[in-house]
T-cell receptor, first 112, second 109 residues
Framework: KAGVTQTPRYLIKTRGQQVTLSCSPISGHRSVSWYQQTPGQGLQFLFEYFSETQRNKGNFPGRFSGRQFSNSRSEMNVSTLELGDSALYLC???????????FGNGTRLTVT | GQNIDQPTEMTATEGAIVQINCTYQ??????LFWYQQHAGEAPTFLSYNVLDGLEEKGRFSSFLSRSKGYSYLLLKELQMKDSASYLCAAWSGNTPLVFGKGTRLSVIA
């Protein structure tokens, strides 16, 4: 069974640009969560989706948005990039909202 | 609020036993997860404790005390490949999984 796939693996953007990250969950998984990981803050929760509905949203500014499609694939978008947005963005899927998360390898975003 | 504490770094010797502690304070509690993350890789699921007590899975065991808001991950017969970050995460039901900042374990010869 294929794992969680995130694309792209690496991104370099400049301040002010916007970026879209993609996540394909494990087949059959309907819940997708996004986390931002930085060395100082660890894993910070961004969004959680289940059956195309956002169930939870973390404490991030409105520049961060996301969505889930009918095939459970998910995207997150960050507009007006800032230097502090440089991080590893991890997507995780699970069968239901209370089962273990399975993480993708992440997208490493560098903002210059 | 939600707060999870775990040591930042630990060092242990190959072949030894190491215990990584995690304390949590959450509004509501359903269970406690442990994940392992090697540098540059995705976190991988290790264990999930719902009830008090010790759950053993090969060289790794995880313990939970709900009344004390405390868990630990026990790694036996340490191997060099166990060098990684270990993340503790608490689940409260309808809220998303809250992670600690991770404990970076270095296994030395």
């Amino acid at each position: 069974k294929a794992g969680v796939t995130q694309t792209p693996r690496y991104l370099i953007k400049t301040r002010g640009q916007q970026v879209t990250l993609s996540c394909s969950p494990i087949s059959g998984h309907r819940s997708v969560s996004w986390y931002q990981q930085t060395p100082g803050q660890g894993l910070q929760f961004l969004f959680e989706y289940f059956s195309e509905t956002q169930r939870n949203k973390g404490n991030f500014p409105g520049r961060f948005s996301g969505r889930q499609f009918s095939n459970s694939r998910s995207e997150m978008n960050v507009s007006t990039l800032e230097l502090g947005d440089s991080a590893l963005y991890l997507c995780a899927s699970s069968m239901t909202v209370n089962s273990p998360l399975h993480f993708g390898n992440g997208t490493r975003l560098t903002v210059t | 609020g939600q707060n999870i504490d775990q040591p930042t770094e630990m060092t242990a010797t190959e072949g030894a036993i190491v215990q990584i502690n995690c304390t949590y304070q959450t509004s509501g509690f359903n269970g406690l997860f442990w994940y392992q993350q090697h540098a540059g890789e995705a976190p991988t699921f290790l264990s999930y404790n719902v009830l008090d007590g010790l759950e053993e899975k090969g060289r790794f065991s995880s313990f939970l005390s709900r009344s004390k808001g405390y868990s630990y991950l026990l790694l036996k017969e340490l191997q060099m490949k166990d060098s990684a970050s270990y993340l503790c995460a608490a689940w409260s039901g309808n809220t998303p999984l809250v992670f600690g900042k991770g404990t970076r374990l270095s296994v030395i010869a």
